[in-house]
């Protein structure tokens, strides 16, 4: 448990300030260009530098562990909690925006 938890939330917080990179030149890029395309070679996509699965891999098996063996309250709620943070990295904001008319 030692080695999961700080991998996990490190590998979030990676996520959070990751840089993105073309797939043809592999240049590098704090935001993506406006136009959504290398501006170096014109011709390569930006993708993420960090997966998602990066992210995730040791968290379902900190669960397990805990669970199994019946760990400390103290790394369930840290591991509940880790886990709140990576599923709010990954949701999908279109979908849980709301209208303001839904307030009226």
């Known amino acids: 448990m030692s080695h999961f938890l700080p991998d996990i939330t490190g590998n979030a917080r ?6 993105f990179r073309c797939t043809k030149c592999n240049a590098k890029y704090r935001r993506i260009p406006l136009k959504g395309e290398c501006t170096k070679c014109k011709k390569g996509n930006i993708i993420l530098t960090i997966a998602h699965g990066s992210v995730i891999k040791y968290l379902e098996i900190a669960k397990k562990i805990v669970s ?6 103290y790394l369930r709620q840290r591991i509940d909690l ?10 999908d ?5 709301k209208s303001l008319l839904e307030y009226a």
């Not at 904001?93 to 925006?97: F, I, L, N, P």
């Open 82 to 91: 880790i886990e709140q943070e990576v599923k709010s990295l990954f949701t």
């Open 14 to 19: 990676s996520f959070s300030r990751q840089n």
């Open 93 to 97: 904001e279109k979908k849980s925006q």
């Open 68 to 73: 199994k063996y019946g760990l400390s309250n």
